[in-house]
């Protein structure tokens, strides 16, 4: 909330975990998904193709769905302690009363 160039709500977002019991590192990759709906034929029939075989990267087809949100969702449901509620509450808190 007071950074909002730091992986605000309508960006990505990337996590490295890890974990001291398994000695291991794990990843999150909250990157832009598409939609759930395109489909690769979807995409071939779409007039931004017509006599081609690449995207324009301009085109509509290359815009993602932010992935900021659902990685710290995902990142609270796979190593947090709290509930996601209560992880977002200072933030909440922030917003709508400002920053001092």
């Given at each position: 909330v007071t950074e909002p160039c730091s992986t605000g709500i309508g960006g990505d977002?990337?996590?490295l975990f890890?974990?001291?019991q398994t000695k291991q590192v794990e990843c999150l990759q909250g990157c832009g998904r598409?939609?759930?709906?395109l489909t690769l034929d979807l995409v071939?029939?779409?007039p931004d193709m017509r006599g081609r075989t690449?995207?324009?990267?301009?085109?509509?087809l290359c815009v993602t769905v932010p992935g900021a949100a659902a990685a710290w969702e995902s990142a609270?449901?796979?190593?947090g302690k709290l509930p996601l509620a209560q992880v977002l509450e200072p933030a909440a808190e922030?917003?709508?009363?400002?920053f001092p």
């Open positions: 977002a990337f996590a890890y974990n001291s598409s939609p759930s709906s071939r029939e779409h690449e995207l324009d990267p301009l085109s509509a609270v449901d796979k190593w922030l917003a709508e009363g400002g």
